[in-house]
């Protein structure tokens, strides 16, 4: 009596396997049948096996092949996908059944009847579960099959796009999404990559692509807009959630709930990651579909903009972009207040607005081949960390980075706030000033690790990010710098100075200030948006910034507190190609300013005249083909340069640095010193 009720347990699952597995492949029957085994023991295994012999047998004796010769040649079914054949098939042919359909019309399907009380949800599980027959089963061109009636076989309608594969995409990108009214999934506790595929066919599609992906060793999730990373914990509780919601095959009832354990979660969410896994080249943002960058291309809040032709688009999973802007896209908004507030802090400097507008406009996009930084100098409250204020919200908080000298080349994790931003600004930069140490003496300003980064970002150099607990970030970051202080900033280093575009601020604003101004401001930053977009256009069309006027002379002293040669030649000297100075007269110049400015390092690297025009043709622009000549009789001369004027050294600006203490003379320092 046991075995009875035993067999009557199983014997329902193993029918309805059965129904499955007749036009299925060896491989999935083999799969089926542990899963069999391990649900219902070997004895359930073994009248699964002999039901699908039987229908093999039966499906032999029915299909034949008919070669040229007319011999007969039996072809195998269940699976086997290859077939022997002898001679060369007829070509002519008239399309013929299905086999499949054959088949079903000889053998007719058996009636199933589950004992037991059927769970409430079983005949939907069943529905989804049904396998679809393989088109073009055990078909081959010129072969032809001998059946009772031929019939032509209906041509395939061409297979939608929807939910296929995109370029470059995921393994899971090729999947069908469910639809929203699909029944609880059933599942197999062996089979953790299934289960994961049929996890994201249900969580993890939308609008008919993959919408999440695991990219540089986080979950990614498109939220409507754009795509924002995912808690590993919180896909862990969906997963949970999800298997605590499917069924399993079991004894007694048929089915039963599916109870997850942290082991198969842990096997799920492996296969998870796999399965929407993006190499890492596909760096953001670009699109999915076409593999194309997509520098240009903005987020707002009423849809994607293509800032360089206007084209507004609808939000769609297929940009991976990582970010958007809290603010809608009007090109028609107006913004006078900002117009007021620019025409307040460069008044009649037209060169400087536009310059203004056109490094924020470039600051908003992910474009980074113009190479160039922005350098903020002015005066107390004259309106710089309130333009640095607009640049923030044009861009977007999630864009935005505040950084500082001091720690962002600390460790090797310091630069990791970098990855994914468009803009980093210094703000209110104070650097070390310039010490003495006896003979010696440290010129300060910025460190050496700070300036290779620099020069790196602004030369779009290919850079290796170390994250704190994550794989490490490769790839041109796409910062734009921008730095702001009140003083003159010493970069040891000419080069680095050139990577940066100077606007002066000139106009103080103290105990004048509008406290509500950046709120006013903030009201119009679609206005504020469309104009610097206008600018960026601007940018682009005429493919490099203008250094403005007002900021030419700034960008002198910049020079000059950051190489000492060039500080000394535009403290003393004009650089005149027509004009001459004694060459006698610029070592004795070069001397006195050494010893006011205790740099007795330079004396010791200039020690003769040859030295000495040697450091300047390398240090100094504008210097680079300094000659010198020689009269008949007369003193040998340096032609290119002449002295200031008393009024030129007499010129006092707000801007320039105080003259440094004098350093005690040394014993032995020559009195010209």
Known sequence: MSEAILRQDW??????????????????????CEVIREDHGPEAEAELKAKLAAHDQAMQARLKVIDDSGQEA?????????????????????????????????????????????????????????????????????????????????????????????VPVARFGNETPRTADTGAATLAQSAPYDTAKEYARRHCFCEGVLAMYFWLGEFWEWNGRYYATVEEQIIRDRVYAFLDGSWKFAGGDGLTRFRPTPKLVN?????????????????????LDSDEPANDVLVFRNGL?????????????????????????????????????????????????????????????????FEKAGLWIGARRSGKGTTAFVQRKLTGEEAYVGLSLSTWVVNENSKECLVGKRVGVFPDVRLKPGRHFGA??????????????LLNITGRDTLTVGRKYKAVWQGQLRLKIIMISNKVPNFNDPVLVSRFIKVHFAQSFEKREDVDLRDKLKAEISGIAARCIAAYRRLIARGKFIQPESGLDLERKVLAESDPWTAFIYDLF???????????????????????????????????ASLLTQRLKENVVGLEELRTFRPHDQPRLYVGLRLKTKNERGHADPLEPPEPLKPPRLKNTPLSL
């Not at 028609?332 to 009649?348: I, M, S």
């Open 440 to 453: 010696s003496y440290d010129a300060g300003g910025i460190s050496h690790t700070s300036q290779e980064l």
């Open 574 to 608: 004009v650089i005149d190609p027509a004009a001459t100075v004694s060459c006698s007269i610029l070592k004795m110049k070069f001397e006195i300013w050494c010893g006011q400015h205790g740099r007795v390092d330079m004396l010791r690297t200039a020690a003769t």
């Open 11 to 32: 014997l329902p699952q193993v029918e309805v396997a059965f129904e499955k597995l007749k036009a299925a492949c060896t491989a999935e029957r083999k799969e089926w």
């Open 267 to 287: 096997e799920v969410l492996d296969a998870l990651r796999s399965g929407i896994a993006l190499p890492k080249t596909c760096l953001p943002p670009m699109w």
């Open 305 to 369: 903009v293509n800032v360089l032709t206007g084209q507004q688009l609808m939000p769609t999973p297929k940009l991976w972009v990582h970010g958007a802007v809290d603010y809608d896209y009007d090109p028609e908004a107006k913004c006078p207040q900002w117009e007021k507030f620019l025409e307040q802090v460069f008044p009649d400097d037209k060169e400087s607005q536009d310059c203004i507008e056109e490094q924020l406009g470039y600051g908003m996009t992910e474009e980074t081949k």
């Open 74 to 166: 039996v072809k195998p079914v269940g699976g086997v996908a290859s077939y022997r054949r002898d001679r060369k098939p007829r070509v002519a042919a008239a399309p013929l059944k299905d086999v499949l359909d054959v088949a079903s019309e000889v053998i007719p399907e058996p009636e199933i009847e589950i004992a037991g009380d059927k769970p409430p949800e079983l005949s939907t599980i069943l529905d989804n579960l049904k396998m679809k027959k393989p088109e073009g089963f055990f078909k081959n061109s010129g072969v032809q099959l001998e059946v009772e009636e031929a019939r032509p076989t209906p041509e395939a309608e061409p297979a939608e796009t929807t939910g296929k594969a995109l």
